[in-house]
T-cell receptor, first 116, second 118 residues
């Protein structure tokens, strides 16, 4: 019963490098999300997806791209990493069932990303 | 846009005592959901309790309960009989009911660090 799995758990990048964070869920959830958490802050929404092949911008989308080619996977890409993107990244997923907003989001364990 | 404010950066309580964490929010919507998440040092985000705005009855989950005051836009979390395992960051979060298909994600407060004194 894996739930939401994020890969990798830690990564150090140099400024200008690119990388992709992978999120996989095995709960058949429709919705998936990427958040970032900075010190002294709550989580902030980067991008989200309401289904396979669809994505949308959240509160802080600049510098990131996402793709949802398969229902169970949601990828977060950094094309040219910047030190301001040093953060802990969380993926989450949830059902659509009845009233949409009442479904809790299930979170992965986070990816700690450092940009030097 | 909605905002969530947690005015207590840190709280401390003796083991077995009761503690209340505060949360206020700002919204123009009448229908929404509120959540409390716990984040222990392991970094996991764990759902503690949730409340539907259209329900007047306060939600309860074992030792955890909320005091939801819709008119005041207040959503506090009460932890009874505090245990060492309750030590964590606690985040209050808001979600619209039908915003953009209901998938706009959660809006979080900045969190309250709860310390349990043995």
């Amino acid at each position: 019963n894996a739930g939401v799995t994020q890969t990798p758990k830690f990564r150090v990048l140099k400024t200008g490098q690119s990388m992709t964070l992978l999120c996989a869920q095995d709960m058949n959830h429709e919705y998936m999300y990427w958040y970032r958490q900075d010190p002294g802050m709550g989580l902030r929404l980067i991008h989200y997806s309401v289904g396979e092949g669809t994505t949308a911008k959240g509160e802080v989308p600049d510098g990131y791209n996402v793709s949802r080619l398969k229902k169970q996977n949601f990828l977060l890409g950094l094309e040219s990493a910047a030190p301001s993107q040093t953060s802990v990244y969380f993926c989450a997923s949830s059902y659509i069932q009845g009233a949409v907003g009442n479904q809790p989001q299930h979170f992965g364990d986070g990816t700690r990303l450092s940009i030097l | 846009a909605q905002t969530v404010t947690q005015s207590q950066p840190e709280m401390s309580v003796q083991e077995a005592e009761t503690v209340t964490l505060s949360c206020t929010y700002d919204t123009s919507e009448s229908d929404y959901y509120l959540f409390w998440y716990k984040q222990p040092p392991s970094r996991q985000m764990i759902l503690v309790i949730r409340q539907e705005a259209y329900k007047q009855q306060n939600a309860t989950e074992n030792r955890f309960s909320v005091n939801f005051q819709k008119a005041a836009k207040s959503f506090s979390l009460k932890i009874s009989d505090s245990q060492l395992g309750d030590a964590a960051m606690y985040f209050c979060a808001y979600r619209s009911r039908y915003s953009g298909g209901g998938a706009d994600g959660l809006t979080f407060g900045k969190g309250t660090h709860l310390i349990i004194q043995p």
